[in-house]
């Protein structure tokens, strides 16, 4: 089992669509949950950063995390075609660690 | 501001030959991380260099993989005797380590590398 499994997709929705964006993991020590957008032939780039469980809202996006289900997600609401990209997740562990692992992401088309 | 860069963008050679990858990292950031991105996978880890101190090199996959920071900055990743598993994307990332808590860290455009 990976320490982190992320659906590949492709997840195809219309315009204005809410999208949910999940990710499992195995790893009980991981603390830092984050969410990477990458766009085609671009690197990443840090959407959402939150620790432990709950929500952090951020405009149309919002984190969500669940430690006691080992699970987190990414919402985004009135979807634009603008959000058509790859999202990756990444958590690691406690403050001293720096070590991310990486989901294998999900590719997200928004359809005008 | 300038960001992450990476050179060459892109870069076919011949299995056998040896690759050098280049990172330049955002000005003062004193960590740096090289990544490798396959076709369909996540982002695995390679080095990791955090100013003066030893890296962290747990992620190289083979002693083909060496990577060097010269002070302090500037990056190269050399892969020698390529073979044709090493096509990937290859991303390095800098970050400002002030507080290892809330890091984070940015990312270049990545050398997409075909070894044929």
């Known amino acids: 089992q990976k320490e982190v499994e992320q659906d590949p997709g492709p997840l195809s929705v219309p315009e204005g669509a809410i999208v949910s964006l999940n990710c499992t993991y195995s790893?009980?020590?991981?603390?830092?949950f984050m969410w990477y957008r990458q766009y085609s032939r671009k690197g990443p780039e840090l959407l959402m950063y939150?620790?432990?469980?709950g929500n952090k809202e951020d405009g149309r996006f919002t984190a969500q995390v669940d430690k006691s289900s080992k699970y987190i997600s990414l919402f985004i609401r009135d979807s634009q075609p603008s959000d058509s990209a790859t999202y990756l997740c990444?958590?690691?562990?406690?403050?001293?660690?720096?070590?991310?692992?990486f989901g294998k992401g999900t590719k997200l088309s928004v359809i005008p | 501001g300038a960001g992450v860069s990476q050179s060459p963008s892109n870069k076919v050679t011949e299995k056998g030959k040896d690759v050098e990858l280049r990172c330049d990292p955002i000005?003062?950031?004193?960590?740096l991380y090289w990544y490798r991105q396959s076709l369909g996978q996540g982002l695995e880890f390679l080095i990791y260099?955090?100013?003066?101190?030893?890296?962290?090199k747990s992620g190289l996959p083979s002693d083909r993989f060496s990577a060097e920071r010269t002070g302090g900055s500037v990056s190269t990743l050399t892969i020698q005797r390529t073979q044709q598993e090493d096509s990937a994307v290859y991303l390095c990332?800098?970050?400002?380590?002030?507080?290892?808590?809330?890091?984070?860290?940015?990312f270049g455009p990545g050398t997409r590398l075909l070894v044929l």
């Open positions: 939150t620790y432990s469980s």
């Open positions: 990444a958590m690691k562990a406690g403050a001293g660690s720096y070590q991310l692992t």
């Open positions: 000005s003062g950031h004193t960590a």
């Open positions: 790893n009980s020590a991981f603390q830092y």
């Open positions: 260099f955090q100013g003066n101190s030893a890296p962290d």
């Open positions: 990332a800098s970050s400002d380590v002030l507080d290892g808590s809330k890091e984070t860290q940015y």
